[in-house]
């Protein structure tokens, strides 16, 4: 069975630092296109970042320069460090394997349930 489990997210204050994990199991991460992807309230999902299977890193503009996505191979797992945050990146966070080699993807095979990253003063 595939399962993904995101964990790491909670409420910081901007200019602050978080670090997103996603555990996941009955697939190997290193074989797919991986993404984090984010849904602020009210609003559609937004893609974040996609790490490809020969670890080329892609980012969405609004978070270039701030976030770092990696994988831990040996571990099966997807990171995302979270940098510098601002308020507009409050959302629910979650990571999905990506349908086929675009990036950004345009659709996802399977997501995890997400965590809340919250940034307010």
């Known amino acids: 069975e595939v399962q993904l489990v995101e964990s790491g997210g909670g409420m910081v204050q901007p200019g602050g630092s978080l670090r997103l994990s996603c555990a996941a199991s009955?697939?190997?991460?290193?074989?797919?296109?991986m993404s984090w992807v984010r849904q602020a309230p009210g609003k559609g999902p937004e893609w974040v970042s996609t790490?490809?299977?020969?670890?080329?890193?892609y980012y969405a503009d609004s978070v270039k320069g701030r976030f770092t996505i990696s994988r831990d191979n040996t571990r099966n797992t997807l990171t995302l460090q979270m940098n510098s945050l601002k308020p507009e990146d409050t959302a629910l966070y979650y990571c999905?394997?990506?349908?086929?080699?675009?990036?950004?993807?345009?659709?996802?095979?399977?997501r995890g349930q997400g965590t809340q990253v919250t940034v307010s003063s």
């Open positions: 009955g697939f190997r991460l290193s074989n797919y296109n």
């Open positions: 999905a394997k990506s349908r086929g080699w675009g990036v950004p993807p345009t659709e996802y095979d399977y």
């Open positions: 790490i490809s299977i020969v670890s080329g890193t």
